[in-house]
């Protein structure tokens, strides 16, 4: 009886680990075959209070592509959560409890004019570096690589994105989700732990 389990497990064993078995799933793609807005519509877990703030702020040509100021643009995006905090500490039962141009000016302070992707940002860390923008509101946005030390090697780990506001000296705020490429630039999806308007 043992010597049959032996061989019945050498033969499973054996073809379990065949080259028919990997399924090769390739490279994970940030690429969506849409605008902006439609990608945030598309997933509206994380996005259907964002989606709402644009379109009462009047900003959705900005975000499906059809503004010709501003063809491409760079989206650090707060998602609901962040929208949802702001407005618990805020005393906001709705959205649109709150005037158009407020969100719009509040928006704005996130997005920054062309596609950046977070390999074109360069190397900082908490103390400097990195690049400098005006986004649309005007404000200054300061963002930057970080090279992350993996067990006691040095700037061999992971590669995180951060964004900090210049004008007002908030902590930096981690990217949880970058390069999520639509047609009409790059979102780079702020940690759900962000509140909304601390730009």
């Not at 004019?113 to 300061?142: Q, Y």
């Amino acid at each position: 009886m043992n010597k049959i389990f032996i061989i019945l497990w050498i033969v499973f064993t054996g073809t379990a680990c065949t080259q028919e078995n990997f399924i090769d799933t390739g490279k994970a793609s940030g690429i969506f075959d849409g605008n902006m807005l439609e990608y945030m519509r598309s997933h509206p877990r994380d996005w259907d209070s964002t989606v709402v703030v644009i379109e009462w702020a009047g900003l959705t040509s900005l975000f499906e592509g059809k503004d010709t100021q501003y063809p491409e643009i760079t989206f650090f995006g707060p998602t609901r959560l962040s929208i949802l905090r702001y407005m618990l500490n805020n005393k906001i039962e709705r959205i649109k409890d709150v005037e158009p141009e407020v969100w719009k000016n509040m928006l704005l302070r996130y997005v920054i004019a062309g596609k950046h992707m977070k390999d074109s940002f360069t190397i900082g860390d908490i103390n400097g570096g990195g690049d400098e923008f005006t986004a649309l509101a005007g404000n200054r946005v300061r963002v930057y690589r970080k090279l992350n030390p993996y067990k006691d090697t040095p700037d061999v780990g992971a590669v995180t994105l951060h964004v900090q506001s210049v004008d007002t000296g908030y902590s930096i705020v981690q990217v949880a989700s970058a390069d999520i490429e639509p047609d009409n630039g790059a979102v780079h999806s702020l940690v759900y732990g962000f509140t909304f308007g601390k730009f």
